[in-house]
C-alpha cells in the first residue's frame, strides 16, 4: 500500500489529525474524540497506522484482562512522499482534497458545537486572500511561512497552551497559470509612452 493510499482515507486521515501537537493518545481516548466512527473501525485504522510506523506505541499497562496501548504519531512517516504526490491523478488529487476538507470541516463542527465557543477570544479565523507571485516569490513565500511556523510547532504540550490546529491551502486560480496583461492595462501603458516621450 502507497502511503498516498494509507493516508488518504477518510478515517485513517482524521486519526492522524487526531494526534498532531506531539499528543499522546490511548485507543480509548480517540474514540471518545472520533465518536462517530464505529470502535471496530477505529481499531483496525489505528492498527494498520501502527504496522505501517505511522503510529507508535510510547506506553503500555494493563486494564482488566487487555493491555492498553498509548500511541503517539511519528510525523516524518506520516507524509505522502513527494514521487508520489508527482504520480497522482488528477481525480487522485480530488479525493485526498475532499478527504483533508472532510477534516477541517469536522474539526470546525467540533469546536463550534461544544460549549459556547468564542471565535474572537479562541482566536479561531478563516480567511481568504489573493496574491500576484512569481514562482521565486512563491518559494521565498514558502520559506518565510517556515521559519515563522517551524519554532512554534515544535512547542511541546505545557501549562497555559491550548492545541490550535492550522490547516492551509494555497492554489493557483483556475484558468489563469499566468498573468495576463489586459486591455486597459496596455492603453495605460502606451498613454504612459506617449506622454513621456511628448
Known amino acids: 500500500m502507497t502511503s498516498a493510499d494509507l493516508l488518504l482515507h477518510p478515517v485513517r486521515l482524521r486519526i492522524v489529525q487526531a494526534f498532531l501537537g506531539d499528543r499522546a493518545l490511548t485507543t480509548a481516548q480517540l474514540a471518545t474524540e472520533l465518536g462517530d466512527v464505529p470502535a471496530g473501525s477505529l481499531y483496525r485504522h489505528v492498527a494498520m497506522l501502527a504496522r505501517a510506523g505511522v503510529l507508535q506505541v510510547v506506553a503500555e499497562r494493563r486494564v482488566r484482562a487487555v493491555v492498553e496501548r498509548t500511541y503517539m504519531l ?20 480530488l479525493q485526498a482534497f475532499v478527504a483533508y476538507v472532510a477534516g477541517m470541516l469536522a474539526d470546525a463542527e467540533r469546536y463550534l ?15 481568504m486572500a489573493a496574491m500576484w507571485l512569481t514562482d521565486a516569490e512563491l518559494a521565498e513565500l514558502a520559506r518565510d511561512l517556515q521559519r515563522v511556523f517551524l519554532p512554534r510547532l515544535a512547542n511541546p504540550p505545557a501549562r ?3 492545541r490550535r490546529s492550522l490547516y492551509t491551502v494555497l492554489l493557483p486560480a483556475p484558468g489563469a497559470p499566468r498573468a495576463r496583461t489586459t486591455a486597459a492595462t496596455r492603453a495605460r501603458t502606451s498613454q504612459a509612452r506617449r506622454t513621456r516621450g511628448s
Do not use: N
Request: no cysteine; net charge neutral.
Open 113 to 127: 458545537m461544544t460549549g459556547v465557543p468564542d471565535p474572537v477570544r479562541d482566536g479561531a479565523s478563516y480567511r
Open 74 to 93: 511519528r510525523a516524518a512517516a506520516a507524509q505522502i512522499q513527494t514521487d508520489e504526490v508527482a504520480a497522482m491523478t488528477p481525480e487522485q488529487h
Open 160 to 162: 497555559g497552551r491550548r
